[in-house]
């Protein structure tokens, strides 16, 4: 292993593996709180404005039930664990916009996490590659996309960042007593924020420790029981999310349409886990360093300082940075199912060995310190723009809401997609809201390459206010309605249907976010074998 190399010359008798830090000077403290505002700001203006989908209201839904017993209750139809829920639930209550307020504690997890990062590199390295890989994590993809999201991924990812500095803090004695029930807290906290925090904390502890026992023939005993114990909280949130769950994932396995089965072409997921155009940067600086070696003349390097990465503590890191196709492959043996999200902690992984390998070459290249003020300044600025730039306000936000409004009066609207009804009702006036409707088969769904919306709004139906209802029920009480189709094939089967049917639609209005088609039953009595799909 590359780890073993970087760490010659360890000490097997000595327990605590990273030199005593002194405090932060000044300038240091006021750059790290500037950036961290700087990004918390952006954060803030980035979750206010952006305007909820589908995942997210779901996530609304659950978390304001009247009661926190019905919000418990509704809670295994979701999928996820109560922790994001009650958080959410307490941040509603602040005087912020419902945007804000139900995206605050993913708002407030990135930076943690951040600095959680920051504390660990630093720790073995130095303040400037600490912060390197800070600015790295909150440069990445995962800022605009998981960070500022009303899901529990940034909780996720907070805790299995918290778990690794308390797991560092453990090897030094005065730390041990408050550093073991760090692990603990770390550990319940991951698995209350998402099933799969369970393979977070346990499998980058379990890979370090080993690698420990490999090298000085010693792993933590305390530690592993306390990450062994506190595990038991799954036995308390997957059993009810499993027997929820149950339809759901019987279809995914069975379906052979279903687009988000795990693969080789996921692999494409890293690509969101670092900075944009960072590799391009990387090559970019390589061959400026290439040209500039051939003509300037060499210098004795002087290393800023001296140090010993622990091969656990890259062996950390570097199962961390494998989390894509880990969980490629263990979602492709258990629900085959694998989204991007699932795979958060390989940013966490690529940002601590970003400031880990930034730090070894400024032991040996005289280039690689003042790269490192110029890869932090990239990430920062790339952070910002992805943050900034997307966050534009739309009062009021159209999900659709004025091509509704092309057709007044009280005549039904339905919605053809799943991913589109939940945003479009939320976003319409409380007459719209009273004319849209959306109609469930299941049959027809599972055909689709995308049936997670629909299934998803049927495990929750009892939960959630919108008008939901079965397709044949309704087509027999309504012989002409109107129907908005978003152009999303992959997740409408229903102008395909009622076109086979024998209905007509009849296109009226349209937008950049789709079409509003008459729906009637002429042609009901003569249905036909094959139409054309509603684009």
Known sequence: MSSLAISSGLHADRLCTFPAQQRLKIRELVCLVAIVAAFLIAEIHNARLRPFWFDELATLFVATQPTVGAMFRSMPSDGNPPLYFLLARLCLQLPVNPELGLRLPSVLALPASALAVFIFVRRITSFRFGL??????????????????????????????????????????????????????????????????????????????????????????????????WSLTILWTYPPMLHAQALLLSVIRSADTFSARPGWADLGTYERMYPLLLPSLFLFVALAWALGSAFIPRRKVVPERSFSVQPEDLAVADVLTMFVPIMVLLTHLGTKYFIARYAIGSALGIALLGGILAAYAGTRWRFANGLVSLLVLYCVTAGMLSLWIPAKQRPPVDYAVSIFAVVPGTEPIVVASALEFMPSWWYSDRPTRRRLHYLSDLQSAKVIPNMIPEYSLFLDRHQTPMQMEDYGSFLRTHRTFLVYSAGLPGLEWLGTRLLREGWDLKLIASSKRGKLFRATAALAQHPTSAAPSVQ
């Open 132 to 229: 390197l890989s800070m600015c790295m994590l909150l440069g990445s993809s995962i800022g605009d996309r998981y960070g500022v999201e009303a899901r529990p991924y940034a909780l996720l990812m907070l805790f299995t960042a918290l778990l690794l500095c308390f797991w560092q803090s453990a090897r030094i004695p005065s730390d041990r007593r408050w550093a073991l029930p760090g692990i603990a807290l770390c550990t319940s906290g991951a698995i209350l924020s998402h099933q799969y925090g369970i393979i977070y904390v346990v499998l980058p502890i379990v890979t370090g420790e080993a690698i420990r026992w490999i090298v000085r023939k010693h792993v933590d005993v305390g530690v592993l029981l306390c990450i062994g114990l």
